[in-house]
């Protein structure tokens, strides 16, 4: 595994543990997105990681948003084409979670504000902290979300609550963000990455080839018409026929025994 210096990962039966490491807050800057995504293209590459846990380090904040002063100084230097490849870095880091043939889940252990929560957005899945605080709060600062808050948050939690929140800069509970459908479990905060370890273990023992085809037809499907989204998952489905994992899966079920799956 890679070296970084805010970024810490390890693995464990096939799960990968990716923990943001920037005290107090691990707010965003530049290095910390440049370090995310080089350890997320790490993760991928791997073939022992089948499912990757993204948290943050310590209790406090999963993300609290970006470093202030960076963004400052941004907007104080009046370029543009700096601020056009800041927002694009972090694009290019969350729409490569989103888009991943491996699931991702966010283990939201504390405040999860601006760009953690794009973040969190990003991934395939989220599980909170009972004490998690939620929000896009950039509207308070005179900006707006620039790592598309503005679009994930309206496809998740609609149209009318996503513009309340931007336009408002105000912060959900977690349970609130359990209500919106934003986030899939709400859990003790001690409990979090025991929670999300679990789901991750369920999931790691399924085929890697079903994992990623569903993924693929769940994103790819999601941006067009149904139509084109029903060709994708059959598209998908027929790739799986060349694969041996259905066959053990299949006869698993008729001899009324587990499933073990090679990810062939």
């Not at 990681?49 to 904040?61: E, L, P, Q, S, Y």
């Not at 870095?89 to 405040?111: D, M, Q, T, V």
């Not at 939620?134 to 509207?139: R, T, V």
């Not at 060709?231 to 027929?238: A, K, Y």
Request: hydrophobic content about 40%.
């Amino acid at each position: 595994m890679g070296e970084w210096q805010y970024i810490r990962t390890e693995v464990e039966e096939q799960v990968a543990l990716l923990t943001i490491d920037h005290p107090p807050v691990n707010s965003f800057n530049k290095q910390v997105v440049t370090e995310l995504d080089e350890a997320v293209d790490e993760l991928l590459a791997d073939d022992e990681v089948k499912v990757v846990i993204i948290t943050g380090g310590g209790t406090n904040a999963f993300v609290a948003g970006a470093d202030i002063p960076e963004i400052k100084a941004l907007f104080e230097s009046g370029d543009t084409d700096s601020s056009a490849k800041f927002l694009k870095r972090g694009h290019s880091a969350f729409r490569k979670i989103e888009s991943a043939p491996k699931p991702f889940i966010a283990a939201i252990n504390g405040f999860c504000l601006g760009g953690g929560l794009e973040l969190a957005m990003s991934c395939h899945m989220r599980i909170c902290s009972d004490r998690a605080r939620l929000g896009q709060p950039e509207i308070n600062l005179g900006i707006i979300p620039g790592w598309g808050g503005t679009q994930r948050l309206s496809r998740l939690a609609g149209r009318g609550k996503a513009i309340e929140l931007i336009l408002t800069g105000d912060m959900m509970t977690a349970q609130e963000a359990y209500r919106l459908n934003l986030v899939n479990k709400v859990v003790p905060g001690g409990a979090v990455l025991k929670e999300a370890r679990g789901l991750a273990r369920k999931i790691a023992s399924k085929s890697k080839f079903a994992i990623a085809a569903a993924l693929k037809a769940i994103d790819q499907g999601l941006q067009g018409p149904i139509e084109e989204g029903l060709r994708i998952e059959s598209d998908q489905f027929v790739v799986l026929s060349e694969k041996e994992d259905p066959l053990e899966g299949l006869g698993a079920f008729l001899e009324k025994r587990q499933p073990e799956f090679k990810d062939k």
